[in-house]
């Protein structure tokens, strides 16, 4: 429960520092990254399939929980996906954020 926690927390305050204009560096992409992809501060920058708009995001897992956050910062929209199965959920996730 406390990494659920730790994930939503984190989620918020990206996107109050995103539309604050703060800490926003962080989510730039600086290097290339596999697949054409790119990666900034372990956020990586990728195409949102289905848009013409990019994505930045990041996931992860631990035991049977697995997590997915994602941000269209053109748009101003973003998708949290937490989940108690080992199951990926990126795919799940990355079409929320493409429909939202």
Not at 13 to 37: C, H, M, N, T, Y
Not at 66 to 73: A, E, K, P
Request: proline share 2%.
């Amino acid at each position: 429960m406390k990494l659920i926690a730790v994930l939503v927390a984190v989620a918020v305050l990206l996107l109050q520092s995103r539309l604050r204009g703060i800490g926003v560096e962080a989510l730039a992409p600086k290097r290339d990254f596999e697949g054409g992809d790119k990666i900034g501060m372990f956020w990586i920058t990728s195409p949102l399939r289905g848009t013409d708009h990019a994505m930045v995001w990041h996931n992860g897992g631990t035991g049977d929980y697995r997590s997915f956050v994602g941000l269209d910062l053109e748009r101003k929209r973003a998708v949290v996906v937490l989940s108690d199965v080992a199951a990926d959920v990126d795919d799940f996730a990355q079409e929320l954020l493409a429909a939202s």
